[in-house]
């Protein structure tokens, strides 16, 4: 009897070895996966923004409405795509930031004087948070920390 308990345990952990592990294996490797396509379209999400909030800083500079009018457009396009793409919980920090580094006209035309500093920055903090190298809480204080002080 207890060679025969032996023969059928042995066959669960067969079954067990050859069905299941191959599953987890293919489970793991489905998420990585997904990972890395979230990844991929985050990273694009951001290279889109700061293209189209470079243009519009340059509208904004050159005074140009028509062209400020079609890329603020485009600029709230590329936000909403890459706050989608934005974990939940990191969400709020980085649509404040994305609000603070609008490139904005002034009331008599034209830009703010750092609106290209404003800019440049912008790039430098989405590019530390999403490597990894800022939390999104501090993204807003250190746009803040990157731009000249205004005397």
Not at 12 to 23: E, H
Not at 81 to 96: A, M
Not at 111 to 122: I, K, N, R, S, V
């Amino acid at each position: 009897m207890d060679s025969g308990w032996a023969v059928v345990l042995g066959a669960v952990i067969a079954l067990a070895g050859s069905a299941v592990i191959p599953w987890i294996r293919e489970a793991r490797a489905a998420q990585r996966r997904q990972e890395q396509l979230s990844a991929d379209r985050l990273r694009d999400a951001i290279v889109e923004l700061l293209a189209v909030n470079a243009g519009m800083a340059m509208a904004v500079i050159s005074i140009n409405t028509e062209v400020l009018r079609s890329t603020y457009a485009e600029r709230q396009r590329a936000a909403t795509r890459l706050l989608l793409e934005v974990p939940p919980h990191e969400r709020q920090h980085i649509s404040g930031l994305l609000s603070e580094a609008l490139p904005t006209p002034t009331a008599t035309g034209g830009g703010e004087p750092g609106t290209l500093h404003m800019t440049h920055a912008l790039q430098e903090v989405l590019v530390l948070w999403a490597s990894g190298q800022l939390d999104a809480a501090h993204t807003e204080d250190k746009l803040r920390s990157l731009l000249p002080q205004s005397s």
